[in-house]
């Protein structure tokens, strides 16, 4: 198993009031929240640096965005 290690992170009231919303949605601790939304950002990162374009699709609509990263 992988050492642990303990940080602090300041959030603004909105931030802790999203994590928190997230943490009760999925009922999972915010660390889980924070924990699953670095992995989430690990994978855009490395798609993107491939060239690969992150898109939402309305199944609906079929109606298409693109998100950019910075």
Same mark, same amino acid.
């Not at 993107?48 to 079929?62: I, M, P, Q, R, S």
């Given at each position: 198993?992988?050492?642990?290690?303990?940080?602090?992170? *300041?959030?603004?009231?909105?931030?802790?009031?999203?994590?928190? $919303?997230?943490? @009760?949605?999925?009922?999972?601790?915010?660390?889980? @929240? !924070?924990?699953?939304? !670095?992995?989430?950002?690990?994978?855009? =990162?490395?798609?993107? =640096?491939?060239? $690969?374009? !992150?898109?939402?699709? *309305?199944?609906?609509?079929? =109606?298409?965005? =693109?998100?950019?990263? !910075?």
């Amino acid at each position: 198993m992988t050492a642990k290690r303990t940080m602090t992170l *300041n959030l603004t009231d909105a931030e802790m009031r999203a994590l928190d $919303d997230l943490s @009760v949605r999925k009922d999972i601790t915010k660390t889980a @929240v !924070l924990r699953q939304a !670095l992995r989430l950002y690990q994978t855009i =990162e490395a798609r993107v =640096e491939k060239g $690969d374009k !992150l898109l939402f699709e *309305n199944d609906a609509t079929k =109606e298409k965005a =693109e998100l950019m990263f !910075l």
